[in-house]
């Protein structure tokens, strides 16, 4: 059986990587660390260094020769790794967007893509220019952040969060009329799969692609009944 080690930000996004892979042969280890998150409004070149500094310390404990793969479910936590800090890992490291960026920044066509934590949204930007600009592409896409959104989930308001971001993307496909939409957090997923379920309307988000890629490169085969 192959084994995944999974670091989280919120201890809620463990389930969601549970459910995702339930049906595989495959055990989860997971491990939380809500201390590596910054501040939205421009953290202290001193604050970032030592969120730098603490994810080369959570990797290296995880990567302890026992895990198939390490995964960053947290999409602030994947902007602080470092190629260095991939390099030092004996386990494959993916991030929870890495896959969902490469998709997203071959995007031609106008597209929005929603966050609720505003401290992502440049790291997220940044890497899809940097992966566009290697595939030579021009994404054409548009941002929005739900404002307010994401104290819900960090004080642990997990059903108001949920029933916010689904509100705010139901505003948003009365308002832009069919644009594509997409969801760049973990944490956002189930209200995209909420608002699917409600308008037969498909929302990407980043554990659609983690987990095919996951499943590719892992081999990952599924469960016998």
């Excluded at 030092?88 to 071959?106: K, N």
């Amino acid at each position: 059986m192959k084994k995944i080690a999974c670091l989280h930000a919120h201890p809620s996004n463990i389930a969601l990587l549970s459910a995702a892979f339930a049906m595989y042969d495959v055990e989860l280890v997971h491990f939380v660390d809500a201390d590596l998150l910054l501040p939205g409004d421009g953290p202290a070149a001193s604050a970032t260094e030592q969120a730098y500094a603490r994810l080369r310390q959570q990797l290296k404990g995880m990567d302890d020769g026992s895990v198939d793969a390490i995964v960053i479910t947290c999409t602030q936590y994947a902007s602080y790794l470092t190629a260095e800090a991939e390099a030092a890992c004996a386990a494959p490291v993916f991030t929870i967007d890495g896959p969902f960026i490469q998709e997203l920044s071959r995007t031609t066509e106008r597209h929005l893509l929603v966050f609720s934590n505003p401290a992502t949204v440049e790291p997220t930007m940044s890497r899809i220019r940097k992966q566009a600009q290697t595939a030579r592409a021009v994404p054409a896409i548009e941002l929005l952040v739900v404002e307010d959104a994401f104290t819900l989930l960090m004080e642990n308001r997990q059903e108001a969060y949920l029933a916010k971001l689904t509100a705010a993307l139901h505003d948003l496909d009365q308002t832009l009329h069919g644009v594509p939409l997409s969801v760049a957090q973990l944490s956002m997923a189930p209200a995209a799969e909420r608002f699917a379920r409600e308008t037969g309307r498909f929302v990407a988000h980043p554990l659609h692609s983690l987990t095919s890629q996951l499943v590719q490169t892992l081999a990952l085969s599924e469960k016998h009944a």
